[in-house]
C-alpha cells in the first residue's frame, strides 16, 4: 500500500468519525465550491486567516502530506489551502490549534536548523516531519507538534478528497446516471463469494 492508499484510508475514517477540530458538513462543501470556481476563473486567492508566512507554510506541508503523482495533482493542485482558510474562518475554534501548530513546526526548525521550515532542506524536513509523524514513536516531548500534525493531516485529506480532483483520485463513481442497471458483475460476485438470490 503506497502513502496516497494510506493517506485515502486516512482521509475516509476521519470524515467518518469526525476530526480533531470540526466535522465535514454541508456549509464547508459549499465554501469549497465556492473556493474552487473563484479558482477556476482565475483569480487570485486573497487569504482570510493566514498571513503570507502562514500560507507559505501551510503550502510546503500539504503537497509533502499529498504530493502530485502520475494520477492526480497535488494538495495545493487542488485547492487545500483555500479550503483550510476556509475552515478558519467558518470555524474560530480551530484558529488557535492551527496558528499555534504551524508556529511549533517552525519554532522546531529553527531551533533544530536554524531556519523557517519553508527554508529548510528536504532531509530536514523529513527529519522534523517523521519525529511527529508515527505517535507511537514520538518523544513525549512532541506531543504537541503530533497531536497538531495529526489534525493537519485529516484537514489536508478532507480537503483533498472533497475537491473535485480528489474525487476523480478516488475514482469514485457513485453519483453517476445509469440508464440500466445490470446487476453486480459475475468476477465481483465471485470474488465476494455470494449467488444470486432467486
Known amino acids: 500500500m503506497n502513502r496516497r ?6 482521509s475516509m475514517s476521519a470524515l467518518a468519525s469526525g476530526f480533531t477540530w470540526t466535522v ?18 482565475s ?12 500560507l507559505q507554510l ?15 495533482g497535488s494538495a495545493t493542485d487542488a485547492g487545500v489551502p483555500e479550503f483550510m482558510d476556509f475552515m478558519m ?21 529553527d531551533k533544530l536548523f536554524d531556519n523557517a521550515f519553508v527554508d529548510c532542506t528536504d532531509e530536514q524536513r523529513t527529519q522534523l516531519l517523521d519525529s511527529i509523524a ?17 489534525s493537519f493531516r485529516d484537514l489536508t485529506a478532507t480537503g483533498f478528497w472533497s475537491s473535485q480532483m480528489g474525487v476523480e ?12 442497471w445490470e446487476g453486480c458483475p459475475e468476477e465481483i460476485k465471485e470474488q465476494l463469494g455470494v449467488s444470486d438470490v432467486e
Open 58 to 72: 501551510v503550502n510546503v506541508l500539504v503537497d509533502l502530506i499529498i504530493p502530485a503523482d502520475d494520477r492526480s
Open 5 to 10: 492508499e494510506s493517506l485515502k484510508l486516512l
Open 169 to 180: 483520485d478516488l475514482q469514485y463513481i457513485g453519483n453517476t446516471f445509469v440508464a440500466e
Open 134 to 150: 508515527y505517535p507511537d514513536l514520538a518523544a513525549p516531548e512532541d506531543s504537541q507538534g503530533v497531536a497538531f500534525f495529526n
Open 89 to 109: 474562518t467558518d470555524r474560530p475554534t480551530m484558529q488557535l490549534p492551527m496558528r499555534g501548530g504551524l508556529a511549533w513546526i517552525d519554532y522546531q526548525c
Open 43 to 54: 483569480l487570485s486567492f486573497e487569504p482570510a486567516f493566514f498571513t503570507p508566512d502562514e
Open 24 to 41: 465535514f458538513d454541508v456549509k464547508a462543501a459549499q465554501g469549497l465550491k465556492e473556493t474552487a470556481a473563484r479558482a477556476n476563473q
